[in-house]
């Protein structure tokens, strides 16, 4: 090949190469007016938009400010506590306790009560 040839290659690579550029460039500048657009939201999108986020701050507020429920305590937990301190030799004492509630055993307190129970137990040393 001449010198001639390899010239014209390199000069018709070269006018490719500036057409793929000028593609990319537009390419460019019609995604970036794309998103201009895009972003430019109507007023009534951003009134409602500030609405819901309100809304949605109120709606979190006040479940933070909710006490949260407590757990209700089963016969079988005061039964489990009274049984270890029995066991560690609080038999008179817990005999002591249930009476003091009115019962002769557990099953006969109210469940409403066990949270005082359990309380009086912890009092035990």
Known sequence: M???KLLLDVASDLRTLADSVQA?????????SKEDT???QPRYEKQ???KLETKLETKLE???E???ETKKITLEEVRLVLAEKSYDGFTAEVRALLEKYGASKLSQIDPSK????????????
């Open 38 to 40: 895009k972003s430019e």
């Open 114 to 125: 066990y949270d005082a129970i359990l309380a009086d137990v912890e009092e035990l040393k």
């Open 62 to 64: 006040t479940k933070l």
């Open 24 to 32: 990319v460039a537009d390419a460019i500048e019609s995604n970036e």
């Open 48 to 50: 409602l938009e500030t």
């Open 66 to 68: 909710t006490k949260p």
């Open 2 to 4: 001449s010198k001639f």
